[in-house]
Structure formats: structure tokens, C-alpha cells
């Protein structure tokens, strides 16, 4: 059962402060997945919160691996996390690396090589669909991992085997590592593709949890046809000189950035 709300600020200081104890990168990415697994953890997924690891879970794939302390900031939320996991972030002895880890209760794959996660979930949501189980798979990709080519044939297979039992959320925040997505190469319109691929599409505002949230659950209404929620972000969303800054994906908190962040959170 859910019983969690999450204050997207809360979790924000939370990425914050595990970005700076473990002196780790990829900022920008988690603040623009906030909302996402805030309204996933509140609204989409079926979980114990007393136990990440209860066999009727659903099922949550962050295919954008290097995002991970979104996730881990919903964790200490959820007590998953705990204060020396917090605050040895990266350190000799961590559990918590810097992408997605499947011993990590919670994250159910190792993903962050990039183009993977998808394949993964497809593979699990066609494994519980001929196990007859009402547990759903949650993926979570990047706009800029759409470039892969597994993703398409994924996404092939899983409307061939019309896996009802998968939704795919894009943050669709238009950077990646390289620059702007558009520019690598460009993936637009997402939502008529996925369309086209034989997904239920919709998109969404991908900072409103209202919204997100609102998209999961018509996402849930029928069983014959996965489904693609298209949540569009902003790459370092909450923190204004980190906001469509692509710098942030590889640059590194100080003692006055830091502070500067926090007080905007406060």
C-alpha cells in the first residue's frame, strides 16, 4: 500500500546534500526527475512501504540510471535510506553508487548504461503478463537515451505482446550528456512516435505532480496496449543557475553553490 507524500523541495535538499557529501555529478538530471518519482511513488506504483522488496510490488526500472539520487531522495523519505547511507554518499563502504544498482532495495535493475533499462522492463512486464500477476513495470528513460536503437525494438516487442502491464514515463528535459538532444539527434515528436510504435500516449507537465499523476492513472484504465507518458522538464529544474544549464551535468557542488541552492529550497 502507498501512505507517502513527497514535498518536492524536501527532496530537492535531499539530492543537494547527497550531490555534495559524495562531491558527485549529474545534478541536473535528478532535479528534472523530482516530480516524476514523487508522483510515481504517491500515485502510480503499487509498494509496501515497509518493504521495498514485498513480492506483489510493482515493478520500477530507472533506465536513466545516472539520475539515481532522485530516486534515493525518495528513499530516505521513504526510511529506505538511512542517515549514514545519506551522509557517506560515494564513500569507502557505500551501498549507494552513482547510478542505479540492483542491490539497492528499490532499484530493481543495474541501469545508467544508457539505452538498456527499456529492454529490461519489457522483458519483466512480458514475464509477469505470462505469470497472469496484476503487477505493472515502471520505466523510466531519458529523451536523450531515445537514440538507441534497442529502445525502438523494445518498444516493437512490447506492442507485438500488447504488455498493458508497462508504462513508460520520458523526462523529456531536451539535454543530454553531449548538448541539447535536438541536436544530437533529433527524436521529435516523441508522443507521435511512441503513437506510431502502438502506444497509449499522453504528455504531460513533468514538474506538476497533479498532472503526472493524473497521467499515470488514465495510463492504468485499460489492459490491451502499453503505455508512454511524455513528462516534459527542465533539465535542473528548482534551482534557477542550474536550470537549462547543460554544466550541470557534469559539474560538481562547492560550499557556495551549495548554499546558494539551498536557500532557493528553502
Request: hydrophobic fraction near 40%.
Amino acid at each position: 500500500m502507498r501512505t507517502a507524500v513527497f514535498d518536492p523541495r524536501v527532496l530537492r535538499r535531499h539530492i543537494l546534500h547527497m550531490a555534495y557529501h559524495g562531491r558527485s555529478a549529474h545534478l541536473g538530471c535528478a532535479l528534472s526527475l523530482v516530480e516524476i518519482c514523487a508522483a510515481l511513488f504517491s500515485e502510480g506504483m503499487q509498494y509496501d512501504r515497509s518493504d521495498p522488496l514485498a513480492p506483489e510490488r510493482d515493478l520500477l526500472v530507472l533506465s536513466k540510471g545516472h539520475g539515481v539520487l532522485a530516486l534515493y531522495a525518495c528513499f530516505r523519505e521513504l526510511g529506505w535510506v538511512s542517515d549514514e547511507d545519506f551522509s557517506n554518499y560515494l564513500g569507502n563502504g557505500t551501498r549507494l553508487r552513482g547510478a542505479s544498482e540492483a542491490d539497492v532495495p528499490g532499484c530493481e535493475v543495474t541501469s545508467g548504461s544508457l539505452g538498456h533499462g527499456l529492454p529490461v522492463a519489457v522483458g519483466m512486464a512480458f514475464g509477469l503478463l505470462l505469470g497472469q500477476t496484476k503487477r505493472r513495470v515502471w520505466c523510466v528513460v531519458g529523451d536523450g537515451e531515445m537514440n538507441e536503437g534497442a529502445m525502438w525494438e523494445a518498444m516493437l516487442f512490447a506492442a507485438h505482446r500488447r504488455l498493458g502491464n508497462l508504462t513508460v514515463i520520458v523526462d523529456a528535459n531536451g539535454f543530454q550528456a553531449m548538448g541539447q538532444t535536438e541536436e544530437v539527434l533529433g527524436m521529435e515528436p516523441l508522443a507521435s512516435k511512441f503513437t506510431a510504435f502502438g502506444f497509449e500516449t499522453v504528455e504531460c507537465d513533468g514538474h506538476d505532480v497533479s498532472a503526472i499523476a493524473s497521467a499515470l492513472r488514465s495510463e492504468q484504465e485499460t489492459q490491451s496496449a502499453p503505455r508512454a507518458v511524455i513528462a516534459r522538464t527542465v533539465k535542473g529544474h528548482g534551482v534557477s543557475f542550474m536550470a537549462s544549464d547543460n554544466r550541470w551535468h557534469y559539474t560538481r557542488l562547492n560550499d557556495d553553490t551549495l548554499a546558494a541552492a539551498l536557500e532557493e529550497l528553502r
